[in-house]
T-cell receptor, first 109, second 116 residues
């Protein structure tokens, strides 16, 4: 069965510092990967999906099939980036994504 | 478009009481899901539906029932609430055959439920 691991429950950085939220997955086929963000007491919303290869709010994520990772990166963190971030994996033929347990990012002023 | 909406936003129940949470979406999505979110546990799938009239169990279905009588609505029922069901409940929907959409999920604003 597929699995998504976000090894850090909490990541704390200062404004302007680079940030990397890790996501590792276990799946032998071709996955579809997503990052969702949840700002305080708000709904989850899609941040990125790997097939789009886009940058949203300065965040990027590259799928590394060799390392089975999809880490989320931003070169200069902002206070408004403070949120919970979830990595999710969808495999071919399944309607049901698998979510990681989430990483809480806190950006200090 | 309103997207995904949930009713109610907050609720306090006593142990043993029942209630129904309503999720509605106006995006003509085929798939709908109910999750619970607990600290340190992330999102856990309760039940899901791949179309009108169909439902299936997720990771943590015990104590919950669901129905999808209309494509746009997905109801989550708690027949006899327990303190362990205190949580934030999120509904989500995905995929529109007509729009040829992707499988990313659209979430509702959540229902904060406390069972005392």
């Amino acid at each position: 069965a597929q699995r998504v691991t976000q090894p850090e429950k909490l990541l704390s950085v200062f404004k302007g510092a680079p940030v990397e939220l890790k996501c590792n997955y276990s799946y032998s086929g071709s996955p579809e990967l997503f990052w969702y963000v949840q700002y305080s007491r708000q709904r989850l919303q899609l941040l990125l999906r790997h097939i789009s290869r886009e940058s949203i709010k300065g965040f990027t994520a590259d799928l590394n099939k060799g390392e089975t990772s999809f880490h989320l990166k931003k070169p200069f963190a902002q206070e408004e980036d403070s949120a919970m971030y979830y990595c999710a994996l969808r495999t071919g033929g399944s309607y049901i994504p698998t979510f990681g347990r989430g990483t809480s990012l806190i950006v200090h002023p | 478009n309103a997207g995904v909406t949930q009713t109610p936003k907050f609720r306090v129940l006593k142990t043993g009481q029942s209630m129904t949470l309503l999720c509605a979406q106006d995006m003509n999505h085929e798939y709908m899901y109910w999750y619970r979110q607990d600290p340190g546990m992330g999102l856990r799938l309760i039940h899901y539906s791949v179309g009108e009239g169909t439902t299936a169990k997720g990771e943590v279905p015990d104590g919950y029932n669901v129905s999808r009588l209309k494509k746009q609505n997905f109801l989550l029922g708690l027949e006899s609430a327990a303190p362990s069901q205190t949580s934030v409940y999120f509904c989500a929907s995905s995929y529109s055959l007509l729009a040829g959409g992707g499988y990313e999920q659209y979430f509702g604003p959540g229902t904060r439920l406390t069972v005392t």
